[in-house]
């Protein structure tokens, strides 16, 4: 498998697949160290998690290099990540032995009451846009619970997978415990099926999850599935314009625009539709890309050439079916994996740009009539991961957030992002389960009841 730095085309490293039979050996003894692992104190399992942020944090220059290097991060916001990962090790650090302490229920029995215990080795399949921030979101969680884990990485990011398993075992976390293997799919439904595997997790595409979804299925096996988003911000009529536009821009664009949550679809009200068009177009006019190691860059590349080719025939074929290009829309003649800030108008149904996730900086700008119009076009969807709602009527715009529109995250006069205080998932094609919180800790959990006669 070849790693390749999407600014230039040039080939970082090359790895060998890890074998069948290495596999096998690996989920063996992943599952012998949770044995062991499983009776170690919440507070032996969090000075390793304490360990981790510390080494996040030291060496979050190195792990941003890294990043900017394999998918195109630009650095300041791969240091950023770092330090969000370092974050949630410490917020499970401090609240595992809490959120997982029995639960006593008063019943017909002496005693009674529901204890959490590990399920075992939790497969984690993980996508290349957040390479840290993903694992890290489901890791420390599942380690805290006395689970063991196994990485399998998007190809593109095999040297921060291998960077994370480093750290984790400087961290004090057992050797075997955790462990990131170099996979491809038929060896990934193979290992799902592996009687020493409990469980699976997966951030990535809606196709992906389903191939997951079903292997696990098929094997009774627990899964957890983050998948894409089309994610609507819907601007009512009593919104704060400027504010809005900047917040949908920073939303849209941020790891440039390759985030499941990023805002994708921009649902304005008429009366402020051209006020709003107009501040988001000058916004993302002042918006630069280039190599991720420049200062002052916005946007690095997209992580991967045809990734970068893929949006851009979406883009196309948008334009074709009615859609106005406003900004961007353009391949740049250059070498590398780039694309420019980008804005489409006169959106509307049938339009790759209104029926499928972009997942780059591409903005679909789109006009409603009214408020139940704009939450009706935000609900016609077949994703539900998140949505955002400004308007100054913070009660109203609140009732819509948490009553109306069919996402599992939504944000009012704010751009959705992911918090581990706060659980984090989606429905419909976006995916089920919940990351985060407490939730996020006791997915992969067995929720035991004791009744004591």
């Not at 979406?314 to 391949?331: K, M, R, T, Y």
Request: aromatic share 8%.
């Amino acid at each position: 498998m070849k790693s390749v730095n999407p600014a230039t085309g040039d080939v970082i490293a090359t790895y060998e697949k890890t074998t069948d039979q290495e596999l096998q050996a690996i989920a063996e003894q992943a599952d012998k160290a949770q044995q062991k692992w499983r009776n170690r104190s919440f507070d032996a399992r969090a000075a390793c998690l304490r360990e981790m942020a510390r080494l996040l944090e030291s060496n979050k220059e190195k792990y941003a290099e890294l990043m900017a290097r394999e998918m195109g991060k630009p650095l300041a916001q791969g240091q950023s990540e770092s330090e969000k990962c370092a974050w949630v090790c410490e917020y499970y650090a401090d609240h595992a032995a809490d959120f997982l302490e029995d639960d006593i229920i008063v019943s017909d029995a002496e005693k009674s009451y529901v204890t959490y215990n590990p399920l075992g080795t939790v497969l984690a399949v993980m996508p290349w846009n957040f390479p840290f921030w993903q694992l890290f979101r489901f890791a420390a969680p599942a380690l805290m619970a006395g689970n063991a884990a196994i990485l399998k990485h998007a190809s593109n990011v095999t040297g921060c997978a291998l960077a994370i398993e480093e750290l984790m075992h400087e961290s004090g976390i057992p050797r075997e415990l955790f462990r990131t293997v170099v996979a491809g799919r038929e060896q990934v439904q193979d290992l799902i099926q592996n009687e020493h595997i409990a469980a699976v997790t997966l951030t990535g595409s809606t196709r992906a999850g389903k191939a997951v979804a079903s292997t696990a299925g098929g094997a009774l096996k627990k899964s957890v599935l983050e998948l894409g988003g089309s994610d609507p911000y819907l601007i009512l009529a009593n919104a704060d314009v400027e504010k809005a536009a900047e917040t949908c821009v920073t939303s849209r664009l941020i790891n440039s625009g390759q985030s499941c949550i990023a805002a994708k679809r921009f649902i304005v009200v008429e009366k402020h539709y051209k006020p709003f068009l107009e501040a988001v177009t000058e916004l993302m006019k002042g918006k630069h890309f280039g190599d991720p190691f420049e200062e002052g860059i916005d946007l690095g590349p997209m992580a991967r050439e045809d990734l970068r080719d893929e949006l851009h025939q979406q883009v196309q074929h948008s334009i074709e079916a009615g859609a106005q290009c406003v900004l961007g829309g353009n391949v740049p003649a250059r070498p590398g994996a780039f694309y420019p800030p980008t804005i489409l108008t006169e959106v509307g149904p049938g339009m790759p740009a209104y029926e499928e996730e972009l997942f780059g900086p591409v903005a679909a700008v789109i006009r409603a009539g009214d408020e139940q119009e704009a939450i009706r076009i935000a609900n016609d969807t077949s994703y539900g991961l998140g949505a955002a709602v400004f308007s100054k009527d913070v009660n109203r715009a609140e009732k819509i957030a948490a009553r109306e529109l069919e996402a599992g995250c939504c944000f009012v006069n704010a751009f959705v992002k992911s918090d581990p205080r706060l659980p984090f998932g989606g429905i419909k094609q976006s995916g089920f389960g919940r990351e985060l919180s407490h939730f996020g800790i006791k997915e992969f959990v067995n929720v035991k009841t004791v009744y004591r006669a």
